[in-house]
């Protein structure tokens, strides 16, 4: 079973605040993804990565930068973080394009 | 580009209840369909995967069909128990690559025993 691993797992911060959310995955799978779950939206595609150094703008991107630092890290950072930011983020990795899609168990953000 | 249609919000059963969730799908190319399940406190995992060769996919007593005319696909349980309770969420993998996947908004089923 694939381990895709957040951290962490709830985080509160200010408008304003700097954030970094962590995501690793121990499979080496090539294809990294970060989506934001929210009702009524359900989940949206934010940025993703098919490896190291790579990265890709998926459908909600604006206020959000990410960085795949190697084949088993991928960071999501908001560096100015406004309340419409507040959300659970996932995390998902797969190892190819006809892959199954491993889903991590999220971090709740909270901008106040 | 991709889009997805999950019209139903939450769906509240009793056990043994017959279920059935709809989609409807957008695209331009050949796609791949799935329904994944999210159980409180976890992430979405895959249910079922339906390609539209087949047209068909089963898994847990779970039944997934797909209907290329409509461009819809459906997800139906004869017999649902208190442990389905969870948010069911269909899914397409268009043409773009990446392994991407573009989600509805999300089906909350409620199973009261």
């Known amino acids: 079973e694939a381990a895709v691993t957040q951290s962490p797992r709830n985080k509160v911060t200010v408008t304003g605040g700097n954030v970094t959310l962590s995501c690793r995955q121990t499979n080496s799978h090539n294809y990294m993804y970060w989506y934001r779950q929210d009702t009524g939206h359900g989940l949206r595609l934010i940025h993703y990565s098919y490896g190291a150094g790579n990265l890709q703008i998926g459908d909600v991107p604006d206020g959000y930068k990410a960085t795949r630092t190697t084949q088993e890290d991928f960071f999501l950072l908001l560096e100015l973080a406004s309340p419409s930011q507040t959300s659970l983020y996932f995390c998902?990795?797969?190892?190819?394009?006809?892959?199954?899609?491993?889903f991590g168990k999220g971090t709740r953000l909270t901008v106040v | 580009g991709d889009s997805v249609i999950q019209m139903q919000g939450q769906v509240t059963l009793s056990e043994n209840d017959f279920l059935f969730i709809n989609c409807t799908y957008s695209t331009t190319g050949y796609p791949t369909l799935f329904w994944y399940v999210q159980y409180s406190g976890e992430g979405p995992q895959l249910l079922l995967q339906?390609?539209?060769?087949?047209n068909k996919g089963s898994s847990r007593g779970f039944e997934a069909t797909y209907d290329k005319g409509t461009t819809s696909f459906h997800l139906q349980k004869t017999s649902v128990q208190e442990i389905d309770s969870a948010v069911y969420y269909c899914?397409?993998?268009?043409?773009?690559?990446?392994?991407?996947?573009?989600f509805g908004k999300g089906t909350v089923l409620l199973v009261s025993p």
């Open positions: 899914a397409m993998r268009g043409d773009s690559g990446y392994n991407k996947l573009t």
């Open positions: 339906v390609t539209t060769a087949n």
């Open positions: 998902a990795s797969s190892d190819g394009q006809h892959t199954e899609v491993f």
